[in-house]
């Protein structure tokens, strides 16, 4: 009998999804005046239907890159991706924030946080730079690791609430120093689960 990809989510803790996303996203990364990358954190507030930015270069995430979360332009996304994910998995999920992550050159991290908002996340690469191989690893409850060489468009569905995400060093060289990969991250709480108050927020 062939198992549900719920059942294959529950016992190995991901799904690898090829060419999850079709749709060409027009990437373009924040910049400073001079034209240089602005790294840092960039969260996206909406009070009363006005959206406001808040900028912090200080707490990255992720070194070395630019993370934008809840931007008004991938909201809609986001609710397609939770469609898409429900009709995967068979379950009734309620979004809570996303993210769109530019990384540059020397980025790495050894572990994104875990936290029970992420309970189901989607990680979708966008934009990867040619012929540079950085594999997405996903460090398992078991201590073991597992490697991916995504292409773009291409999805991982984990449990983001027990699974932590890492990346080794972004190695360029001087032709692709100034060359960024671009990566999409949706978090969603099943509707009928524990989590479901963190239903769209951030914590």
């Known amino acids: 009998m062939e198992m549900k990809n719920i059942d294959i989510l529950e016992s ?3 799904l690898h999804c090829p060419n999850f996303l079709s749709n060409e996203i027009n990437d373009i990364p924040p910049q400073n005046d001079d ?11 909406s009070d009363k239907g ?5 900028y912090d270069d200080k707490n990255f995430w992720f070194p070395n890159s630019t993370t934008i979360i809840n931007e008004n332009v991938y909201k ?8 898409t994910v429900q009709s995967i998995l068979g379950l009734d999920l309620l979004p809570t924030f996303h993210l769109s992550v530019f990384h540059y ?7 994104t946080p875990m936290h029970y908002n992420q309970e189901i996340t989607v990680s979708i690469q966008i934009k990867s730079i040619p012929n540079v ?15 991916f060489k995504m292409q773009d468009g291409d999805a991982l569905i984990y449990k983001g609430d027990q699974i932590f995400s890492r990346r080794h060093t972004l190695e360029l060289n ?3 120093k ?14 009928q689960g524990n989590n479901v108050h963190y239903a769209y927020t951030l914590r």
């Open 12 to 14: 190995s803790g991901y």
């Open 35 to 45: 034209e240089s990358p602005k790294l840092g954190n960039i969260l996206h507030r």
């Open 50 to 54: 006005i959206s406001n930015c808040e």
């Open 76 to 83: 809609s996304l986001s609710n397609k991706v939770c469609d």
């Open 105 to 111: 050159k020397d980025c790495s991290f050894s572990q």
């Open 133 to 147: 191989d950085w594999r997405y690893v996903l460090s398992l409850t078991d201590y073991s690791d597992v490697y």
């Open 174 to 176: 001087d032709e692709n």
């Open 178 to 191: 100034d060359k960024y990969h671009h990566q999409l991250y949706f978090h969603y709480v099943n509707s």
